[in-house]
């Protein structure tokens, strides 16, 4: 794995791969975040009384690290990548429930892209930093 990665960084450029990681962090984030406002709003409307308290439960710990995916810091990313895998989890359980199969699904598919492109591209940034001169 390491030597094909090492391999796409030498073919590609690390600025290039860093960009296309990038752009599939905001991707998956984006797809990520909608699945769960829909999937929490199907809970709210099951539910009684509730308030915003399941859509709050399910988009709050996502929304923590906008700051981080906006400023590209590649720490931010990696623990996004860790907190996504939170969300693979939720996902693949929220399949196996009559009438939420294809949210469950979508949402572990869309956590699993962004648990790829964080990791892609804090590796990318962080070895594209090292490379830059310091001033």
Not at 16 to 34: C, N
Not at 46 to 75: K, M, W
Not at 95 to 124: D, Q, T, W
């Amino acid at each position: 794995m390491r030597a094909w990665l090492e391999r796409m960084e030498r073919e590609q450029g690390l600025d290039t791969l860093e960009a296309k990681s990038r752009r599939g962090v905001i991707v998956s984030f984006a797809a990520l975040a909608i699945i769960l406002l829909v999937g929490g709003i199907q809970l709210m409307a099951q539910s009684d009384n509730t308030g915003l308290v399941p859509l709050l439960i399910r988009l709050l710990p996502i929304a923590l690290f906008l700051p981080a995916v906006l400023t590209r810091r590649a720490r931010g990313h990696v623990w996004l990548a860790f907190v996504s895998l939170l969300y693979l989890m939720q996902g693949v359980m929220l399949a196996s429930v009559p009438g939420h199969g294809v949210i469950g699904v979508l949402e572990a598919l869309a956590a699993l892209g962004l648990f790829l492109a964080s990791m892609a591209y804090a590796r990318f940034r962080s070895r594209n930093l090292k490379r830059q001169p310091q001033s």
